[in-house]
């Protein structure tokens, strides 16, 4: 007769805290004494299950609906708790989740749940949910969202690329220095309110920034309406019916590489090293990205003569990213990828004017006129050669040139100097929420229940 598998008796809740705390020799920093080390998973239900009618309305949360960047803002669909649940993570009001896969998990996709139809609700599976009803969750949002969180649990990711994700043993294992409940409300209302300026300055910065655009489009669209040179014309004697419409085919050579040039001649000499190859996400808005992914050998550089920059030209995908625009300036031997036309300047007319031209709202318009709507926004070269230019004489381009060129560059040091600011915030965030959990803030009161006895509840 088998013998009756032996019970394991039960841990007493002393026995149950020491296991739940951790040593002391594992504890990644000091804190103050009435605060505790304690394993996440010992703390929290991790995932847990909900109970409740089939035919109850519940919210659904797929991961498009989570916003990123520690704002907890979310949306949610309305289903049939029996639809909703059906192998997918379950959720109630008050729950902590967040992303469990890249990029969504460094991006900080996260959120405390509110507002569930019935407080009730499922989620993608690509969530973690964390339920503790005895710890602020205001202060466990805050927590999972440090970069210590973040970036310890990026080094624990596995799977495929694109489709990696953090170990569960680490969101189980992960050492979460535990205050009192009324410390942990003390740091959660510093937190908020420490970033609630930040996000305040952040917004003004960002009111500064779109300034500069909105004041970069005015410009633009004076310098080629006439306005911005009115002045030089009076003092020039130079009237504004000086000023003439050109076809960019009838002042400049425009060229690309047919499909069946690109796939005879190039592709089969794509190499990983020799002369670089311009591709469509190699021209930005103004601005050339000298990265290269693919390349021409040297050896038959000469032998692509169609292919081949060897002068001062615009470069303008004419798939994708339509409308962008910048110059090449000849100073390196390139060749022209797929999905790019070029344009050399043929006659008495700069290649900075026609740049910041099509640049403006007006040219930018001309260039995407004739855009097809297919799977990727494509022009045809015909399309770029029939953009008109209203082109003034050679001396009044020149001016205009100048006048944007130096105002443009003294905006430059400007917007260097708010976008710093602007990436100064989130670092300065970082740091905040780093403070925060070592105690850092000085708002322990000493006199608080030990954060030990809280522990002992939850257990």
């Not at 209203?390 to 003294?410: C, G, H, N, S, Y």
Request: with cysteine.
């Amino acid at each position: 007769m088998a013998r009756a598998a032996k019970k394991e008796t039960p841990l007493t809740t002393e026995e149950k805290l020491a296991k739940a705390l951790v040593p002391d020799e594992e504890q990644p920093y000091p804190v103050p004494e009435n605060w505790c080390w304690v394993r996440l998973g010992s703390l929290y239900e991790i995932n847990p299950k909900n109970e409740a009618s089939d035919e109850l309305e519940a919210g659904f949360i797929p991961m498009e609906k989570i916003s990123a960047g520690m704002c907890t803002s979310f949306n949610f669909d309305v289903r049939p708790w029996g639809k909703a649940k059906k192998g997918h993570v379950q959720l109630t009001n008050g729950d902590v989740a967040f992303a469990k896969i890249s990029p969504c998990f460094e991006n900080r996709k996260s959120m405390i749940v509110s507002g569930l139809p019935n407080g009730i609700g499922a989620g993608t599976t690509e969530i973690i949910v964390l339920r503790q009803p005895s710890v602020n969750n205001r202060f466990t949002f805050w927590l999972i969202s440090t970069d210590d969180f973040i970036q310890k649990g990026r080094r624990t990711y596995s799977g495929t690329v694109g489709q990696q994700r953090i170990s569960m043993d680490y969101v189980r294992q992960y050492p979460i220095p535990l205050p009192p409940l009324p410390e942990q409300q003390r740091i959660v209302t510093l937190i908020e309110s420490l970033f609630a300026d930040l996000d305040a300055a952040k917004e003004k910065l960002q009111a500064v920034l779109d300034g500069f655009a909105e004041r970069r489009a005015s410009l633009l669209h004076q310098a080629f309406t006439g306005e911005l040179t009115r002045e030089w014309r009076e003092e020039n004697g130079v009237g504004l019916e000086s000023w003439v419409r050109k076809k960019i085919e009838d002042f400049a050579f425009t060229t690309k590489l047919a499909g069946f040039e690109y796939t005879k001649n190039i592709a089969p000499n794509i190499a990983k090293e020799g002369i670089p190859l311009f591709k469509g996400k190699n021209v930005q808005q103004g601005q050339l990205v000298l990265e290269f992914e693919s390349y021409i050998p040297k050896a038959v550089s000469d032998e692509l003569p169609r292919s081949k920059l060897s002068r001062k030209c615009l470069l303008t995908p004419y798939v994708g990213t339509i409308g962008n625009v910048a110059i090449f300036d000849g100073s390196f031997e390139a060749h022209l990828g797929s999905n790019v036309g070029k344009i050399e300047i043929q006659e008495d007319t700069f290649e900075e004017f026609l740049l910041y031209y099509l640049r403006s709202d007006l040219g930018y318009r001309e260039l995407t006129k004739e855009k097809k709507a297919t799977a990727q926004e494509s022009i045809s070269i015909q399309a770029i050669r029939n953009v008109f230019v209203p082109i003034p004489t050679r001396p009044e381009q020149k001016e205009i040139v100048r006048i944007l060129d130096d105002i443009f560059a003294k905006e430059s040091h400007s917007r260097a100097a708010v976008e710093s600011a602007l990436a100064k915030i989130d670092t300065m965030k970082k740091a905040i929420l780093a403070t925060a959990f070592r105690g850092g803030f000085e708002t322990n009161n000493s006199s608080d229940e030990s954060a030990k006895e809280l522990l002992r509840g939850v257990l």
